[in-house]
C-alpha cells in the first residue's frame, strides 16, 4: 500500500518526517505490524538523506511507535500501542505542558474534580475488598507522622491511583493518568508547605468509608471538599511565593 505523506521544510527534518509517520499511523494509513519502506525508500520519497530519516525513524522508536527487526525479512514495523505505553506517553505530554505553562492549576483542579468524582460514583458499585485494601493500605502509611514529603506525595498518588483503579474501568483509567499521574505530584509540589497532611487523611478515610457502603455520592461530595481544599492551598502557597520573591533585595532576585 502507498502511503502518502506532505511536503516538509529543511529546518526540523527529522521532526517533521517522524511526525508525517506518526500521522500516517494514528490515522491508519499505516497498519499494526507493517513494514515501512527502506530508509533509502523513504529518503527518497522525502528528499532527504539517510542520516536524517535514521534520525527521524529513532524518534518514533523511542515512542514505541515502530519496532526493528534485523534478518533478510526485517526491517521497520508499525507498534501495536498498549494502554501502558499509551499512559506513560500521556503523563509524559500532560506533565510538559503543565510546566510550560499551557495547562493551569485550576484546570487541573477542575479536570481532576469532575473525573476522579465519576470515578468514586462507578467504583462505589464495581469495587472489590481488594480495592478497600488497597487504599486502606495507603491511609496507614500515610499516618506515619515520620514520613518525609516525598514520600506523602508518593503514598498520596498510590492512594488516588487505587481509587481511580477501582472503577475497574480502562478509559477513565486512562483519562485519569494525566491528573494522577503526571499532574498530581505537580499539585503536591505546590501546597506541601500549607496543606495539613491530617486533612488530607482525613479526606482519604472517608472516601473508602463511602465506598465500603457503596455511597458513591458520598464520596464523590469527599472528593469535591478535597479538591476545595487543595485549590485554597494553591492559593495560600501562590501568595507565599509572591511575598518571598517581594522581599528580597534586588541583588537576590536575580
Not at 16 to 34: C, F, M, S, T
Not at 49 to 56: D, F, G, K, L, V
Not at 100 to 108: F, L, P, Q, R, Y
Not at 179 to 190: D, G, H, K, R, Y
Given at each position: 500500500?502507498?502511503?502518502?505523506?506532505?511536503?516538509?521544510?529543511?529546518?526540523?527534518?527529522p521532526?517533521?518526517?517522524?511526525?508525517?509517520?506518526?500521522?500516517?499511523?494514528?490515522?491508519?494509513?499505516?497498519?499494526?505490524?507493517?513494514?515501512?519502506?527502506?530508509?533509502?525508500?523513504?529518503?527518497?520519497?522525502?528528499?532527504?538523506?539517510?542520516?536524517?530519516?535514521?534520525?527521524?525513524?529513532?524518534?518514533?522508536?523511542?515512542?514505541?511507535?515502530?519496532?526493528?527487526r534485523?534478518?533478510?525479512?526485517?526491517?521497520?514495523?508499525?507498534?501495536?500501542?498498549?494502554?501502558?505505553?499509551?499512559?506513560?506517553?500521556?503523563?509524559?505530554?500532560?506533565?510538559?505542558?503543565v510546566s510550560?505553562?499551557?495547562?493551569?492549576?485550576?484546570?487541573?483542579t477542575?479536570?481532576?474534580?469532575?473525573?476522579?468524582?465519576?470515578?468514586?460514583?462507578?467504583?462505589?458499585?464495581?469495587?472489590?475488598?481488594?480495592?478497600?485494601?488497597?487504599?486502606?493500605?495507603?491511609?496507614?502509611?500515610?499516618?506515619?507522622?515520620?514520613?518525609?514529603?516525598?514520600?506523602?506525595?508518593?503514598?498520596?498518588?498510590?492512594?488516588?491511583?487505587?481509587?481511580?483503579?477501582?472503577?475497574?474501568?480502562?478509559?477513565?483509567?486512562?483519562?485519569?493518568?494525566a491528573?494522577?499521574?503526571?499532574?498530581?505530584?505537580?499539585?503536591?509540589?505546590?501546597t506541601?508547605?500549607?496543606?495539613?497532611?491530617?486533612?488530607?487523611?482525613?479526606?482519604?478515610?472517608?472516601?473508602?468509608?463511602?465506598?465500603?457502603?457503596?455511597?458513591?455520592?458520598?464520596?464523590?461530595?469527599?472528593?469535591?471538599?478535597?479538591?476545595?481544599?487543595?485549590?485554597?492551598?494553591?492559593?495560600?502557597?501562590?501568595?507565599?511565593?509572591?511575598?518571598?520573591?517581594?522581599?528580597?533585595?534586588?541583588?537576590?532576585?536575580?
Open positions: 500500500m502507498t502511503v502518502n505523506y506532505n511536503a516538509v521544510s529543511k529546518e526540523t527534518f521532526h517533521q518526517i517522524a511526525r508525517e509517520i506518526r500521522g500516517a499511523i494514528i490515522e491508519g494509513r499505516l497498519k499494526v505490524d507493517q513494514r515501512l519502506p527502506s530508509e533509502e525508500e523513504l529518503a527518497a520519497k522525502f528528499k532527504v538523506s539517510r542520516p536524517t530519516i535514521r534520525e527521524a525513524l529513532k524518534r518514533l522508536a523511542a515512542q514505541n511507535l515502530i519496532r526493528s534485523r534478518g533478510p525479512l526485517g526491517g521497520n514495523f508499525v507498534n501495536g500501542p498498549t494502554l501502558a505505553d499509551a499512559k506513560d506517553n500521556l503523563a509524559a505530554v500532560a506533565t510538559m505542558l510550560v505553562g499551557d495547562i493551569s492549576i485550576e484546570a487541573i477542575q479536570a481532576r474534580m469532575e473525573l476522579e468524582s465519576m470515578c468514586a460514583r462507578i467504583a462505589a458499585v464495581a469495587r472489590t475488598e481488594r480495592d478497600l485494601e488497597r487504599m486502606s493500605a495507603e491511609i496507614e502509611v500515610q499516618r506515619n507522622i515520620g514520613l518525609t514529603d516525598v514520600e506523602f506525595c508518593a503514598t498520596d498518588i498510590r492512594f488516588h491511583r487505587a481509587l481511580v483503579e477501582a472503577a475497574h474501568n480502562e478509559l477513565l483509567s486512562f483519562l485519569m493518568t491528573a494522577v499521574e503526571a499532574l498530581q505530584p505537580i499539585s503536591n509540589l505546590i506541601f508547605r500549607t496543606r495539613d497532611r491530617r486533612e488530607i487523611v482525613g479526606h482519604h478515610q472517608q472516601m473508602v468509608d463511602f465506598l465500603a457502603r457503596r455511597d458513591g455520592e458520598g464520596a464523590a461530595a469527599v472528593i469535591v471538599d478535597q479538591s476545595r481544599y487543595l485549590a485554597d492551598h494553591y492559593s495560600k502557597a501562590a501568595a507565599a511565593r509572591i511575598a518571598r520573591e517581594a522581599s528580597q533585595s534586588p541583588s537576590e532576585a536575580v
